[in-house]
Antibody, heavy 119, light 106 residues
């Protein structure tokens, strides 16, 4: 069955960078786009961007342009999201999610990774 | 960017009630709309995509309708497992979520 397993919780200082991983299994890794979505405590969902694991092409949401980088490692079927210049407002649960074909709705989700930004 | 507005933000209901949640888009999105259910501490779960197509395994008491800019999610007879937060999502242009509707016990 399709599984997306994310790395564990992190605590970061303001100005630092975070890097969260998402390991995929149960399907052909390069056949489905992976998206990143975050959720601040008690808040709604915010789409961050998408990576095509096949060619590594990416599209980022405007709110994150210049601060976010999504990469993938086909040898381990893992995608990564890196966010730099962290501030307290970046404290959130970060989810990876698998798209359906070329569409941007999400059938499978990782379990989420809490990143806390605090001095 | 396309903005998605959900109403109400909170809804109090009882088991067996018919529940309707509305989602409005700031511009026409055709039928490129999905609905998710989220329970505390869990990832969202896909319920409906393309406005009205039920995801496999989702109970038939859930239904979706609409087009253009106005959409609804209906739960025909609320069950105890349905108390959760619901989000709409447009995927006409990238992706934007609504602010969420929490369905709580009356």
């Amino acid at each position: 069955q399709v599984q997306l397993v994310q790395s564990g919780a992190e605590v970061k200082k303001p100005g630092a960078s975070m890097k969260v991983s998402c390991k995929a299994s149960g399907y052909t890794f390069t056949s489905y786009y992976i998206h990143w979505v975050r959720q601040a405590p008690g808040q709604g969902l915010e789409w961050m961007g998408i990576i095509n694991p096949s060619g590594a092409s990416t599209t980022y949401a405007q709110n994150f342009q210049g601060r976010v980088t999504m990469t993938r490692d086909t040898s381990t079927s893992t995608v990564y999201v890196e966010l730099s210049s962290l501030r307290s407002e970046d404290t959130a649960v970060y989810y990876c999610a698998r798209g359906v074909g070329a569409t941007y709705y999400f059938q499978h989700w990782g379990q989420g990774t809490l990143v806390t930004v605090s001095s | 960017d396309i903005q998605m507005t959900q109403s109400p933000s909170t809804l109090s209901a009882s088991v067996g009630d018919r529940v309707t949640i509305t989602c409005r888009a700031s511009q026409i999105i055709s039928t490129w709309l999905a609905w998710y259910q989220q329970k505390p501490g869990k990832a969202p779960k896909l319920l409906i995509y393309k406005t009205s197509t039920l995801e496999s395994g989702v109970p038939s008491r859930f239904s979706g309708s609409g087009s253009g800019t106005e959409f609804t999610l209906t739960i025909s007879s609320l069950q105890s497992d349905d108390f959760a937060t619901y989000y709409c999502q447009q995927y006409y242009s990238y992706s934007t979520f609504g602010g969420g509707t929490t369905v709580e016990i009356k």
